[in-house]
Structure formats: C-alpha cells, structure tokens
C-alpha cells in the first residue's frame, strides 16, 4: 500500500473564521463542519486539486502553545502553487496575510514567496514560469 498523504490539519481558536479564510484566499470548499464527541468543532475542507485539510479547536480543557509562523525543525510550511505570485501576494495581504519573505528566484523558471496566514501558519508560494 503506498504511504499517500491523508490530509493536512491546523489548530485554530476560531475554526469557522479560519476556514472561510482559506475558502476566500484559495477556492477551498468546506465539506463538513461537525462538534465531535470529544466537543470540539472538525471542519473538513478540500482545496481545488482535493487536498484535505482540517481545522478544528482545542478539545475542552486542551491548552495551546503558542504558535509562529517562523523558521523552525518539523513541519515549517506547506506550499500552495500560484499563477501569479505577486498579484497572489497583494491578494493575501488584503485578506490579514503578512509577507515574510519576499519573492525570490528559487531556480531559472521557480519564483517563491512566504508568508504567514490565519492561525500563524507558514505557507510558500510557488509559481512556475515555462
């Protein structure tokens, strides 16, 4: 059986709000928003090539670190492709995403870019020019 990534999973204080940012910033579809057994709000969306990634609270009694969106060991940031990533860049910020790193050239034809969302999430933009 081969090991394919499930989904993908952000912790939220807010996961409604967090969720509609993220429908908002990047087409995802909400498919389910659900309190689970244990009472904390699941949502379950999925991005436009079906990605799953799940936001949800902290359980009653659950305590979080503090989160950042900085350079860390583990799991530093995901990547979302962009046709345009200085438009895509102005757009995010216009939603309450901050520009970490600016755009670089990552190679000849890759153009990539950082920045924090919602939840202090690392994410890197990612165009390819032909």
């Given at each position: ?27 995802f579809t909400i498919v389910s928003d659900v309190v ?49 990533l200085d438009a895509d860049i102005l757009r995010l ?33 990612i165009e390819v020019k032909n």
């Amino acid at each position: 059986m081969p090991f394919n990534i499930n989904h993908i999973h952000i912790k939220s204080i807010d996961p409604k709000k967090t969720a509609d940012w993220w429908v908002e910033a990047f087409n995802f579809t909400i498919v389910s928003d659900v309190v689970r057994d244990v009472g904390d709000r699941f949502i379950t969306c999925t991005s436009e090539n079906n990605m799953i990634v799940r936001i949800s609270e902290p359980v009653p009694g659950q305590e979080f670190n503090e989160g950042d969106a900085g350079l860390k060991f583990g799991l530093e940031h995901f990547g979302l492709d962009s046709s345009d990533l200085d438009a895509d860049i102005l757009r995010l910020e216009n939603l309450g995403a901050t520009l970490l790193e600016s755009p670089r050239n990552a190679s000849s034809t890759v153009r990539v870019a950082f920045m924090e969302v919602p939840e202090k999430v690392r994410i890197e933009l990612i165009e390819v020019k032909n």
